[in-house]
């Protein structure tokens, strides 16, 4: 799952996306309107957790979510803000937001609300996909191969997912490397974790073709 993270706050910023990325979301972090919007554009995200109050406009996180929602967005969008008042929570739910979060906040109330979203998220696009032998139940984060249970780290989950919500699409090393290793350089590690997923699951189960990898067709 891709997160889009827009937070102006350095050390609020690093610490919500470092707990994300822990969980094994891939999270792109922008520090302002103009990053969010090249990044919306890129990263075709899961979620949004967007700042209201940024430097360069009060109110940039509710425009964001209606410049977004405007565009056809139809993920969750979570706000975080200091401002509390009952007419900014009832602007942000009109702008197209799904949850509202007042700052100061535990990391692990906000974990929660994103699993809460993501999980209501899958349930209406549908949370259980299954291609041959596999079957993957996204909300739960549980795989299985030939109906047994196989156990897949944080990292291996997310590489699985991104190919399984993109069938037939070819992603360069670079771009994965970018969304499940937040590092486009890292491709050394993309070969690494592909090769689990081949050990664990079935050796056709991701693809290498020209221009990179892809999920297999039949595994």
């Known amino acids: 799952m891709q997160v889009l993270l827009l937070e102006d706050e350095p050390h609020l910023g690093r610490a919500v996306a470092g707990a994300l990325a822990a969980q094994g979301y891939g999270v792109r972090w922008a520090k302002g309107l103009g990053e969010a919007r090249e990044a919306f554009l890129e990263l075709e995200p899961d979620l949004m957790v967007l700042d209201v109050r940024l430097p360069e406009d009060p109110d940039g996180g509710f ?89 897949l780290s944080l990292k291996e ?34 070969k690494v974790y592909v090769h689990y997923l081949r050990q664990k699951l079935h050796p056709g189960v991701v693809r290498t073709v020209p221009g990179g990898y892809r999920l297999g067709d039949e595994p």
């Open 157 to 190: 989950f997310a590489l699985l997912e991104l190919f399984l919500l993109h069938p037939g699409r070819v992603f360069a090393p670079e771009e994965v490397a970018e969304r499940v290793f937040g590092d486009g350089e890292k491709v050394g590690a993309v």
């Open 63 to 151: 425009r964001f979510a209606g410049e977004v929602r405007e565009a056809g967005y139809k993920g969750p969008i979570l706000f975080l803000t200091a401002r509390d008042a009952l007419e900014d929570r009832i602007q942000g739910l009109d702008l197209g937001g799904d949850d509202y979060l007042v700052k100061p906040f535990h990391l692990e109330e906000l974990l929660a609300r994103v699993r809460a979203l993501l999980r209501r998220a899958s349930e209406v696009k549908g949370s259980r996909v299954r291609l041959g032998a596999l079957e993957v139940d996204l909300a739960g984060r549980a795989v299985f191969w030939e109906g047994k249970r196989v156990d």
